[in-house]
């Protein structure tokens, strides 16, 4: 039995959405010419991700044929909150503090990256507190 497609990218689709992130509503050619300067990709191949990809709502496609202009559909910002949720129930059991934990203790962070931490859950915390009432 096939297993169901997911609606994340794939490592191919998400190089394709960084070239259209980048450039913006772009013609097939662009695309490949810019997939080109990494790996040779043939077009017909290029053509068919961008279809699949259009199949997941990732992309949005103008005109037709040749003329076509494909552009992203989804944000970098959406994109990376749904890969980053899905490891987090894939591979830590749902709980992103071990996320957290595994970037920290795996030497992952610059001491630059890890202060910026701490400033984002200094004010996420201060946020989250409840809000005193009114004196009476």
Do not use: Y
Not at 10 to 34: F, H, M, N
């Amino acid at each position: 039995m096939a297993r169901p497609a997911s609606v994340h990218p794939t490592d191919g689709e998400l190089e394709i959405l960084r070239i259209l992130w980048a450039k913006g509503p772009s013609a097939l050619s662009l695309v490949c010419q810019q997939l080109r300067q990494h790996r040779e990709v043939a077009t017909t191949t290029v053509a068919t991700m961008l279809r699949v990809m259009l199949d997941k709502r990732l992309v949005r496609r103008k005109g037709s044929g040749r003329g076509a202009v494909w552009a992203a559909a989804v944000t970098h910002k959406k994109t990376a909150r749904g890969l980053v949720n899905k490891l987090v129930d894939v591979l830590f059991d749902g709980s992103a503090d071990q996320l957290v934990s595994h970037l920290v203790e795996g030497g992952q962070l610059s001491s630059e990256q890890l202060t910026e931490v701490r400033q984002l859950i200094h004010l996420r915390s201060r946020s989250a507190r409840p809000k005193k009432g009114p004196k009476r």
